[in-house]
């Protein structure tokens, strides 16, 4: 069977930081992968979706990267972390061919003081 | 960014009625919807995909799809209190690869 793993849990970072979050699928391949982010009492924002390896989608302009350097490996990273990036971050996949149901990982939690 | 649309609630239902909740979106190529359940700090769970117009069973669960109207809603019949969340509505966008989510539901059920 599937399994998305995404860690850490909660991270805690200072003001112009940079950030690094992982997320791994197993049991699949080829599929689409996502990131979301979850701000406090809001709905889900789709920050970077990916399609295959080395593609990559913006959905909103921000200070934060996605890159896919292997298959099933889903790495969101920022140079320079804001206050108004903490929030909660979901790791996604769904089937390649699209339109097929999304699995989330654990989430990490992220908050910058 | 297309648009998914819900009403945040709370919706407060009492054990055993039936809990209505409503979503519509705005992108008319959307051919695929979705309800999620979300409790409180934990990750969005899968509860029902629909496809198609018109009913779709599950257990306690019922979603409906009209795309001429482009409304999406889920019935949870016989409410517990464990169904007490926050529930999203999500439709991929018209290429079928961005799924976008609505601001969610707060659903509770009251013993």
């Known amino acids: 069977s599937q399994t998305i793993h995404q860690w850490p849990a909660t991270l805690v970072q200072p003001v112009g930081s940079p950030l690094s979050l992982e997320c791994t699928v197993e049991g699949t391949s080829n599929p689409n992968l996502y990131w979301y982010r979850q701000a406090a009492g809001r709905g889900l924002q789709l920050l970077f979706y990916?399609?295959?390896?080395?593609?990559i989608s913006s959905e909103v302009p921000q200070n934060l990267s996605a890159s896919r350097p292997q298959d099933r490996q889903f790495i969101l990273s920022s140079k320079k972390l804001l206050l108004s990036d903490s929030g909660f971050y979901l790791c996604a996949w769904s089937m390649l061919s699209g339109n097929t149901e999304a699995f989330f990982g654990q989430g990490t939690r992220l908050t910058v003081v | 960014q297309k648009e998914v649309e819900q009403n945040s609630g709370p919706l407060s239902v009492p054990e055993g009625a039936i809990a209505s909740l409503n979503c519509t979106y705005s992108d008319r190529g959307s051919q695929s919807f979705f309800w999620y359940r979300q409790y409180s700090g934990k990750s969005p769970e899968l509860i029902m995909s629909i496809y198609s117009n018109g009913d779709k069973e599950d257990g306690r669960f019922t979603a409906q799809l009209n795309k001429a109207s482009q409304y999406v809603s889920l019935l949870i019949r016989d409410s517990q209190p464990s169904d007490s969340a926050t529930y999203l509505c999500?439709?991929?966008?018209?290429?079928?690869?961005?799924?976008?989510f609505g601001k969610g539901t707060s659903l509770l059920v009251t013993p």
């Open positions: 990916s399609v295959g390896i080395g593609q």
């Open positions: 999500a439709a991929y966008s018209n290429s079928g690869y961005a799924l976008n």
